[in-house]
């Protein structure tokens, strides 16, 4: 068996993933596309990618160690007055700083 066999059960795993994923994109637009989106339901609608980006990052961050939790707080942060690149680019260089001090 080499490097690049690719095992059949793996690649239907890949393959329903890939699908699964699609149709539920798929499901949302055509679901809100006949609701309106104004008022509360706009602001709820806004709030799903940031909520869904802090349930991926708030347990690396505070697992993985102190200099990634340092960065996440110093991040987060950041977000709340500069635009996305510069947030970006502020986390990133807050870990690698961090990770060459703390160690």
Request: no cysteine.
């Amino acid at each position: 068996m080499s490097a690049f066999d690719l095992d059949p059960a793996t690649l239907a795993a890949f393959v329903a993933m890939g699908v699964a994923t699609y149709a539920t994109r798929l499901a949302g637009l055509l679901l809100v596309r006949h609701i309106p989106t104004t008022g509360r339901f706009k602001a709820a609608l806004e709030a799903v990618p940031p909520a869904v980006l802090m349930a991926v990052i708030a347990p690396m961050a505070i697992a993985t160690g102190w200099a990634e939790t340092i960065a996440a707080a110093i991040t987060a942060i950041a977000a709340t007055k500069l635009p996305l690149f510069v947030v970006v680019v502020i986390g990133v260089v807050s870990v690698v700083a961090l990770r060459m001090s703390i160690g």
